[in-house]
C-alpha cells in the first residue's frame, strides 16, 4: 500500500464557533495568518512530496484569501484541495460556489451531533446544526467531495449511530470517529466530556456496523485493539495514519504544524530517532520515511502510555495504548492483551479496502 501525500495548513486559529471541546479554545480570536505565509508553507509541502493539502484552522472559511488560497494551491501544483469547516459560511451557496471555482475539491465537516440539540450544545453556538445541514446539502449539490469528523465525548455518544444515519445520507467518502484525548479536549472540560472506551466501544461498533455498507471508509481514530475486537478493520492509530491517504504525512505536518519553530522541530525528529528508537530503521527505510516513522515514534512515547502487560499483546506494534490524560483519569487496568501471533504489519486489516490503496 503507498503512503499518503497529503498535508494539513493552517490558515490561522481564528473562528467563528466555540466548540467546547477546543483545544484551540483560548486561541480563537488571534489573527488570520498571512497569505504570504500559508503560500510559503504551500511551495515547502509542495517541495517535499506533498499534492493534496487540507486547509484548517480554527476555521479556514473566516480567511479573507481563502479563495485565492484554493487557486494558489492549484498554482503552487497541488492536484487536491480540501478545507476543514464547521459549515457556518458553507451554507451560503454563492460563498460555497466561489470557493469550488477556485478550485476546491472536498469538504471535511465537523458534525457533532445528529440534531440541533447536541450538535450546538458541542458548538456552543445556536444554530451551527442548522448552518451545517445546509452546508452538507450545497456540498452535496455543488458535487464536492464529502468527509466527516465526529470528536466522541460524553455529551454525544449515545447519539453516534444517529449521527452515522444523518451522514450517510450526503454519501460521504470518509468518515472519522475521534475518541478522547487531551489535544482533542480542552483541558478545563476533561471531566464533562471524557468517557472510558468500554462505554464508548458498544456505540462505536454499533455506527460502525451501520456505515460500512454505505460509506467507503469508517475509522475509529486513537483506540486501543483490546476494544475493538472484531472491529480491528476501523482502528487507525498512529501506525495506520500514514498509509491513510486522508490523513497527512507526519514529517511535513510536524514542520508545519502551527507555533512549530526550526528547532522544536528538529527536537521532535531527535526525540523520535534516539530515543524512541526510530534510529534502529535507518538504512533499512528511505530518509523520507524514517523521518515519518520517528514522528510517529515520538509522539506514541510523548502523548501515550502502556500497561505492562501489552507487551503480550499481539497488537503490540500497532497499538498507541491509551492518552497519558485518560490513563490519569481511569488507570490501565482495562487494557487486556490479546493472545495469538504478533502482527507487525500496520495495515493488516485494510489491505481489502480499495478507498485506503494510494493511486
Known amino acids: 500500500m503507498s503512503k499518503t501525500r497529503r498535508v494539513k495548513i493552517v490558515t490561522g486559529l481564528k473562528c467563528n464557533i466555540r466548540c467546547v471541546f477546543c483545544y484551540y479554545r483560548d486561541n480563537l480570536d488571534a489573527p488570520n495568518r498571512s497569505f504570504a505565509e500559508i503560500r510559503d508553507d504551500l511551495r515547502y509541502a509542495f517541495r517535499h512530496g506533498i499534492r493534496e493539502v487540507d486547509f484548517s484552522g480554527g476555521e479556514p472559511t473566516v480567511h479573507p484569501d481563502l479563495p485565492a488560497l484554493i487557486a494558489e494551491a492549484r498554482v503552487v501544483g497541488m492536484e487536491r484541495v480540501c478545507i476543514i469547516s464547521n459549515g457556518w459560511r458553507l451554507a451560503d451557496k454563492d460563498y460555497l460556489a466561489s470557493l469550488k471555482a477556485s478550485g476546491l475539491d472536498e469538504v471535511l465537516f465537523s458534525v457533532h451531533g445528529s440534531h440541533d440539540v447536541v450538535h450546538d450544545e458541542l458548538t456552543a453556538t445556536p444554530g451551527s446544526f442548522a448552518k451545517i445541514r445546509a452546508a452538507l446539502e450545497n456540498a452535496a449539490a455543488a458535487g464536492l467531495t464529502i468527509r466527516i469528523n465526529t470528536v466522541v465525548s460524553r455529551l454525544n455518544v449515545a447519539d453516534l449511530t444517529s449521527v452515522g444515519r444523518f451522514v450517510a445520507q450526503f454519501h460521504p467518502q470518509q468518515v472519522n470517529f475521534i475518541t478522547v484525548n487531551d489535544w482533542c479536549f480542552a483541558r478545563n472540560l476533561v471531566d464533562k466530556l471524557m468517557l472510558r472506551y468500554p462505554e464508548m466501544a458498544p456505540p462505536l461498533h454499533e455506527v460502525c456496523d451501520l456505515l460500512e455498507p454505505l460509506v467507503p471508509a469508517v475509522n475509529v481514530r486513537y483506540i486501543p485493539f483490546c476494544f475493538m475486537q472484531g472491529y480491528e478493520r476501523f482502528v487507525c492509530n498512529h501506525p495506520q495514519v500514514m498509509y491513510d491517504p486522508y490523513e497527512w504525512v507526519p514529517r511535513v505536518r510536524a514542520r508545519l504544524e502551527e507555533g512549530t519553530s526550526l528547532w522544536r522541530y528538529l527536537g521532535i525528529l531527535g526525540y523520535g530517532l534516539v530515543v524512541c528508537g526510530a534510529v534502529l530503521k535507518v538504512g533499512r527505510l528511505s530518509l523520507a520515511d524514517t523521518l515519518d516513522e520517528s514522528v510517529v515514534a515520538g509522539l506514541r512515547r510523548w502523548y501515550y502510555t502502556k500497561h505492562a502487560q501489552c507487551r503480550e499483546c499481539r497488537y503490540g506494534a500497532l497499538c ?25 504489519d500496520p495495515v493488516v486489516f485494510r489491505r481489502c479496502n480499495s478507498s485506503w490503496v494510494v493511486t
Open 320 to 344: 498507541d495504548g491509551v492518552e497519558n490524560t485518560y490513563a490519569r483519569e481511569y488507570g490501565l487496568d482495562e487494557l487486556v492483551p490479546l493472545g495469538g501471533s504478533t502482527i507487525h
